[in-house]
């Protein structure tokens, strides 16, 4: 029984992977827009996007926002519509959620991490959506540098 200690603690360090901590104040991250990087499926299999037509718009206030699908354009705005859905926060044990509900569905999405640039999002079919802070090209007018 002695060698199988080893074992399963090298298990436990190699196999789980950490889930970094999201805290309230990190929360304050989410408003703003953001874009699709890559989504892991459950399987383990990556799709990986490059250039994004359409971007995602957070906005929150408290417990309460709103998330919107908007487009940019060349000169730094947004083609959009009135089109959004509604969310609220929920915090569950230290663990933060996106939950929607609309009169034809409702879904949750986890806060898997949060930072000022990097944004994962966990859905109840364990699909992951890795998102960057999305940078326009032109900002007031001019070439954004690099």
């Known amino acids: 029984m002695g060698r199988f200690v080893p074992v399963v603690l090298i298990l436990i360090f190699t196999g789980c992977k950490e889930r970094e901590n999201v805290s309230k104040r990190d929360l304050d991250h989410l408003n703003g827009y953001w874009e699709i990087e890559k989504v892991v499926l459950p399987d383990g299999a990556v799709k990986v996007y490059g ?3 359409t971007i995602d718009f957070f906005e929150v206030k408290g417990s309460q926002g709103y998330r919107k ?7 730094g705005s947004f083609a959009t519509s009135d089109d959004a859905e ?3 926060l929920i915090e569950d044990n230290g663990v933060f959620s996106i939950h929607y509900e609309n009169a034809f569905s409702e879904w949750t999405e986890r806060i898997e991490k949060i930072t000022h640039n990097k944004l994962a999002l966990v859905n109840e079919e364990n699909i992951s959506y890795h998102y960057k802070r999305f940078q ?3 900002q007031h007018g001019k070439t954004k540098k690099k």
């Open 51 to 53: 250039a994004n037509t």
């Open 69 to 75: 699908k908007v487009q940019p354009k060349i000169d």
């Open 86 to 88: 509604s969310f609220t």
């Open 136 to 138: 326009p090209l032109l």
